[in-house]
């Protein structure tokens, strides 16, 4: 266990070299991404169909990857080495966006990079610490904050340059970010526990098994989650198209730059979870705890209330008149807070269902999820075009709606089994 000697702010030093090399990895991720719509429809001229299709499969890609890269790296590479490849491969591709010919390549470069490395560095914190260790708790959650301010710097500086001074400018500061964080990995690696060398486990007894009715749960909550995700990923799409369009950005003398709206989320993010979770707290003191399903069907709701929300907003700009930047704030606000009570409480669920030895493969299954859901964003984002902006918030509404009424009916009939479950998980640093 480190001394106080050899700690920081409480905490192993090795804590915060893993924060902040996630941190720069989250600032390439999410400065890459803020520009990828506007690059593909501005400077490539691209169809807004093809373009939502490109982006809802390159997101969902970034989900798919750290399955197969974190069984690579657990059986062949081992974590730091998959980190370092995983992050080299990753700036590779965001310094390849500079060029309009190697586009698809480079998207394929940041995914299989980002295989590599999403899986590898959280894994690395349990290793910091001892077996009771307290510390490890709140080690996760400290972790977590790195994601969004990662997430939140990356538009206002990556968008900005992007914006007003090329593309390439934004896409070369988020290959930038990538080996900031692979410079403080490598020089930190002091500070790090010794790796063993990764070995193919050997045979155990069969682990315990999962029942139907469990399964049966999983499958509908993750259908479910498949078409949230749907109209939760357009923030990024179709929405990001809307707001550059129908949104008056000026503040006083000066235009915010579109991007900016994009730190909105991981900024609210930071600000909303702390209270959330102290109320959550407060509830659960006085036995008021609802199941996983239903605080997750309350969050899909919300995010359907936000679409609905925008549809007002979209509508009253029908004659031309464009919506004042103070909506999307507000857009964003009630997004947000149902976001937390979906994504995380999903994740969290899946991994307390967990079989004793099934437990990486359940949450993979999560993960799957995710991946499937981006896809579904991407083909609904592609209906941008057959439909008025407010009609098309309507159907992103209506499918956070029929989400919430899967993971009612989910909990309804299978509310015993989201109840059966382990202690809480170690939060994951999966993006909210």
């Known amino acids: 266990m480190p001394t106080q000697s050899n700690s920081w702010f409480g905490q192993p030093r090795g804590l915060t070299i893993l924060f902040l090399t996630n941190m720069w990895e989250q600032f390439s991720y999410y400065g890459m991404r803020a520009l990828l719509m506007y690059y593909m429809t501005k400077q490539l001229l691209l169809a807004q ?3 939502s299709y490109i982006y809802g499969t390159y997101t969902a890609c970034a989900y798919f990857t750290p399955i197969v890269g974190g069984a690579i790296a657990d059986r062949w590479l081992g974590k730091r ?22 586009f698809y390549a480079a ?23 001892e077996r009771g260790d307290p510390r490890v708790g709140w080690a996760y959650n400290v972790y977590y904050v790195g994601v969004n301010i990662g997430g939140f710097l990356a538009p206002l500086i990556c968008g900005t340059l992007g914006e007003l001074y090329g593309w390439h400018y934004g896409f070369a500061a988020a290959g930038f970010g990538m080996l900031a964080g692979l410079v403080i990995y490598l020089f930190g690696q002091r500070h790090l526990p010794e790796q063993r060398a990764p070995v193919v486990r050997e045979a155990k007894a069969p682990a315990r098994g999962m029942g139907w009715r469990t399964v049966a749960m999983l499958v509908g909550v993750a259908l479910a989650v498949t078409l949230f995700r749907g109209a939760y990923e357009q923030a990024g799409n179709s929405f990001a198209l809307w707001a550059e369009a129908g949104v008056d ?11 900016w709206f994009q730190s909105l ?6 600000l909303m979870t702390p209270p959330l979770l102290a109320w959550w707290t407060r509830r659960a003191a006085r036995g008021r705890v ?10 899909a709701l919300i995010v359907a ?18 919506a004042s930047w103070i909506w999307l704030i507000l857009f964003f606000a009630v997004y947000t807070f149902g976001e937390l009570h979906i994504l995380p ?14 437990g990486a493969t359940t949450v993979a299954s999560w993960y799957l999820a995710t991946f499937a859901g981006n896809l579904t964003a991407g083909f609904v984002g592609s209906l941008w075009s057959r439909f008025t902006p407010p009609g098309f918030f309507l159907m992103l509404a209506g499918l956070g709606a029929v989400a919430a009424l899967l993971l009612r009916l989910s909990g309804a009939a299978f509310g015993r089994e989201s109840s059966e479950v382990r202690p809480d998980p170690k939060p994951s640093d999966e993006s909210f």
């Open 290 to 299: 609802p199941a996983p399903t239903a605080r997750m069907a309350q969050g």
């Open 305 to 322: 209330a936000a679409y609905v929300l925008l549809a007002g907003v979209a509508w009253n700009g029908g004659s031309g008149v464009q």
């Open 81 to 102: 080495l998959a980190i370092i490849i995983g992050a080299s491969v990753m700036a590779l591709g965001h310094f390849m966006m500079a060029f309009e010919p190697l």
């Open 49 to 51: 169909g093809n373009a």
């Open 345 to 358: 409480t999903g994740l969290g669920l899946f991994a307390r269902l967990a079989p004793i030895g099934l």
């Open 265 to 270: 989320n991981p900024l609210l993010v930071m």
């Open 249 to 259: 950005r000026h503040a006083g003398a000066m235009v915010v730059p579109v991007t």
């Open 107 to 129: 998207l394929t470069a940041i995914a299989l990079g980002n295989g590599l490395f999403l899986p590898s560095l959280p894994s690395q914190i349990d290793d910091l610490y």
